[in-house]
């Protein structure tokens, strides 16, 4: 009976989103639009900006393979914003974090971003050999904006696949980080080249495995959803959160491929607030289990506590 209610909530959602042009488009107010792609829209700080090619034809490129996943045609605005302008488009510092906003727009860093200047100030201490591995996939000055800007654009452009069915509504930060997460690698997986997935992987892993987080006040899920402005707000807490979420997103690639991904967009879809009210854990993870593989539902399992 949840399942048949599942595919209603998901069917009724999808018609009440599709055709609609849900650009939040006060956002673009004192930005050039640069026409940089035709494939979506692009805005900039800058008339002329340098050294986003790439990041724009890894998004058209992850943009066909959403569309087909998802069955969907969507636009959607990209915002290149300099560290002075931050403040001003997106909803968090520091500059140079992107982030989706609910309403069609990505914001993503212009240059040498605040964001990746902090990153490669934290490698200092580490000595040159441990860093040769880092060196080899963004040279030798450690351009880590191929990491915060190239590779992250496709885990918010996988939120707003999400976000053009559920809008705000949230029944788990986690769930949602999940499927970026999840995103991110199906899309670096399906570009010409595996460059920006050998970066977005040998950086989580360098970090994961150095324990380059130090001492953390949140790590449990309960924490990361009572929490969440808090945790946002401490950059390497969340920063270790997604490093998590990253390695479950991989596993769960590697054993279902690309129709996982359609399945659990369904999944947040019918979950949504909105639609089906807010759940306790013991109601989430009964539907879960009705959902899922027991497979799945192991990789999701949390370990970590404080």
Not at 124 to 147: A, M, R
Not at 237 to 253: C, D, I, P, T, V
């Amino acid at each position: 009976m949840r399942i048949a209610l599942i595919v209603f909530l998901v069917l009724m959602t999808s018609c009440k989103q599709a055709g609609t042009d849900w650009i939040d488009r006060s956002k673009h107010q004192g930005l050039y639009d640069i026409n940089y792609s035709d494939a979506f829209e692009t805005y900039c700080t800058e008339a002329h900006p340098k050294h986003i090619k790439n990041t724009i034809g890894n998004l058209e490129q992850a943009k066909v393979y959403f569309d087909k996943t998802f069955n969907e045609n969507l636009n959607f605005a990209v915002l290149f914003v300099d560290d002075t302008n931050w403040n001003t488009y997106a909803f968090t510092p520091p500059p140079g974090m992107p982030q989706a906003l609910h309403q069609g727009n990505i914001i993503l860093g212009l240059g040498n971003s605040v964001m990746a200047i902090r990153a490669k100030e934290g490698l200092k201490q580490v000595p040159d050999p441990q860093l040769k591995i880092l060196k080899e996939h963004f040279g030798e000055e450690l351009d880590l904006d191929l990491f915060f800007r190239d590779a992250l654009a496709l885990h918010e452009l996988g939120h707003l696949y999400q976000f053009y069915k559920t809008g705000k509504g949230t029944q788990r930060h986690w769930l949602n980080e999940i499927f970026g997460n999840l995103c991110q690698v199906a899309a670096a997986k399906n570009l010409d080249t595996q460059d920006v997935f050998h970066r977005m992987d040998v950086y989580q892993l360098f970090l994961i495995n150095s324990n380059r987080w130090g001492e953390l006040k949140f790590k449990t899920l309960k924490q990361f959803e009572d929490d969440y402005f808090e945790v946002l707000k401490q950059g390497r807490n969340y920063g270790w959160y997604q490093s998590q979420f990253y390695l479950k997103a991989k596993e769960l690639y590697s054993k279902f491929g690309d129709e996982f991904l359609n399945d659990f967009r369904d999944f947040l879809i019918a979950i949504n607030p909105e639609n089906a009210g807010k759940m306790n854990d013991k109601e989430l993870e009964r539907l879960m289990i009705k959902t899922f593989e027991n497979q799945v539902l192991d990789i999701l399992k949390w370990e970590h506590e404080s």
